[in-house]
């Protein structure tokens, strides 16, 4: 990215030096959401900005928490913008209803929606500036656009980062996987791990291969796991987790489900996805009456935690989305 582009070059490589440091006004708070489960989340005001140009809201994937997303959350502030977070159910630091922590077990998805709402009503409105313009990762970008759907009036605009419209299947027929985690489920194995996934262990290991060219961010991960808090950690998927994702997969992708999503929205694509599926977000992009998709070639599923060429064309693709250096203004989209 040039010296003329914004955010600037000089910004971009500071924000990846400090990506492990939080900004120092940032405020870690819980709330109790509607069902009094205590939900984590976070305020990085960008206290000294005179004029914060709006709030981005950051909901994690799946196994992610607040802090992974501190190298984007320096450069929105470093552009005048204040930034919120919030860990989801089942993972980061919010309420697990499984025993086992390593387990990533959710009843059901349709908590998250609400769980987001409750963080409008209770941390950012009329504490936060607006606009509200939501940036979620995969499964956060999934419960995005549900919450979009069913909550409009609580935010202005949406950036979606290879956001979770279905999940990739490897070649497996789709019916295939729901029948197998319906009858486990049915059996009283729900909570077993599917193939492939166990408790948390960092590094580069089979599914966690996928997720990014860049072996220094993939590590961010695991250095707060490790030198923060082990309780940031979650395992692998289990057979109750994926039953529920391709439940509110199928709620997402039913027909006339995305013409309802009014919010002006950028899609950001990962060229080699292996983890979701890029044809079902190409899809979906057709149908949402504001939406526009960027493919990100290349990149894999954790676009945000991929090398500086692919994150200068992100930045690329989202300055091209909303005004950077004046604010955004919605009405002209």
């Given at each position: 990215?040039?010296?003329?582009?914004?955010?600037?070059?000089?910004?971009?490589?500071?924000?990846?030096?400090?990506?492990?440091?939080?900004?120092?006004?940032?405020?870690?708070?819980?709330?109790?959401?509607?069902?009094?489960?205590?939900?984590?989340?976070?305020?990085?005001?960008?206290?000294?900005?005179?004029?914060?140009?709006?709030?981005?809201?950051?909901?994690?994937?799946?196994?992610?928490?607040?802090?992974?997303?501190?190298?984007?959350?320096?450069?929105?502030?470093?552009?005048?913008?204040?930034?919120?977070?919030?860990?989801?159910?089942?993972?980061?630091?919010?309420?697990?209803?499984?025993?086992?922590?390593?387990?990533?077990?959710?009843?059901?998805?349709?908590?998250?929606?609400?769980?987001?709402?409750?963080?409008?009503?209770?941390?950012?409105?009329?504490?936060?500036?607006?606009?509200?313009?939501?940036?979620?990762?995969?499964?956060?970008?999934?419960?995005?656009?549900?919450?979009?759907?069913?909550?409009?009036?609580?935010?202005?605009?949406?950036?979606?980062v290879a956001p979770m419209v279905r999940i990739a299947a490897g070649g497996t027929p789709r019916m295939v996987t729901h029948c197998i985690s319906f009858i486990m489920n049915f059996v009283g194995l729900g909570a077993a791990y599917v193939p492939g996934h166990t408790a948390f262990k960092d590094g580069r290991w089979g599914w966690r291969r996928m997720l990014t060219h860049d072996d220094?961010?993939?590590?961010?991960?695991?250095?707060?796991?490790?030198?923060?808090?082990?309780?940031?950690?979650?395992?692998?998927?289990?057979?109750?987790?994926?039953?529920?994702?391709?439940?509110?997969?199928?709620?997402?992708?039913?027909?006339?489900?995305?013409?309802?999503?009014?919010?002006?929205?950028?899609?950001?694509?990962?060229?080699?996805?292996?983890?979701?599926?890029?044809?079902?977000?190409?899809?979906?992009?057709?149908?949402?009456?504001?939406?526009?998709?960027?493919?990100?070639?290349?990149?894999?599923?954790?676009?945000?935690?991929?090398?500086?060429?692919?994150?200068?064309?992100?930045?690329?693709?989202?300055?091209?989305?909303?005004?950077?250096?004046?604010?955004?203004?919605?009405?002209?989209?």
């Open positions: 990215m040039s010296n003329d582009k914004y955010p600037s070059a000089d910004l971009l490589a500071e924000a990846k030096e400090k990506r492990r440091v939080p900004p120092e006004d940032v405020i870690f708070d819980y709330f109790n959401s509607s069902d009094g489960e205590s939900m984590r989340f976070a305020r990085f005001p960008a206290s000294k900005v005179v004029e914060t140009k709006g709030t981005i809201i950051f909901l994690p994937g799946r196994t992610e928490f607040i802090e992974k997303f501190i190298e984007d959350i320096h450069i929105w502030n470093g552009i005048g913008f204040a930034c919120a977070a919030m860990d989801l159910r089942g993972q980061g630091m919010s309420s697990r209803i499984h025993p086992n922590r390593d387990k990533h077990y959710v009843r059901s998805f349709d908590p998250h929606i609400e769980d987001v709402h409750q963080l409008f009503e209770k941390a950012i409105a009329g504490k936060m500036p607006k606009p509200y313009i939501l940036m979620g990762h995969s499964a956060g970008s999934h419960v995005m656009l549900r919450f979009l759907h069913d909550y409009p009036r609580d935010a202005d605009a949406a950036i979606l220094e961010r993939f590590k961010d991960e695991d250095h707060f796991i490790n030198n923060k808090d082990r309780r940031l950690a979650v395992g692998g998927v289990t057979y109750k987790w994926l039953l529920e994702a391709m439940r509110s997969c199928d709620i997402l992708n039913a027909p006339g489900y995305a013409e309802e999503i009014n919010a002006p929205i950028l899609i950001l694509q990962a060229g080699e996805d292996q983890i979701v599926d890029n044809k079902a977000q190409s899809d979906i992009a057709e149908h949402l009456p504001n939406g526009r998709i960027v493919k990100i070639d290349g990149a894999m599923h954790e676009i945000l935690k991929e090398t500086d060429e692919h994150r200068e064309k992100v930045w690329e693709a989202i300055a091209d989305f909303i005004d950077l250096k004046e604010g955004p203004d919605f009405s002209v989209l």
